[in-house]
């Protein structure tokens, strides 16, 4: 299944969860905040959240700084 990812195709596993996607993209969960279909998707959500062909996510991640 195809999903897309800041602008980017990224192809998934078949029922793929927003956690498996944060896995393929070497990104921490609790480092990470997501929107599926521009709604944001709760964190302790992620391992439930399956994806489905063709959905729009957002990921980012805060940055520290001064």
């Known amino acids: 299944m195809n999903v897309l ?8 596993a078949p029922h793929a ?3 498996a996607l944060l ?5 921490h969960a609790p480092y990470t905040l997501v929107e599926r279909n521009g709604e944001p ?3 302790d959500q992620y391992r439930d959240v399956e994806l489905e062909e063709g959905d729009v996510i957002a990921v980012a991640r805060p940055v520290a700084g001064g």
């Open 5 to 12: 990812v800041n602008g980017r195709q990224v192809e998934l």
């Open 17 to 19: 969860t927003v956690a």
């Open 23 to 27: 896995r393929e993209l070497g990104l």
């Open 41 to 43: 998707v709760e964190r």
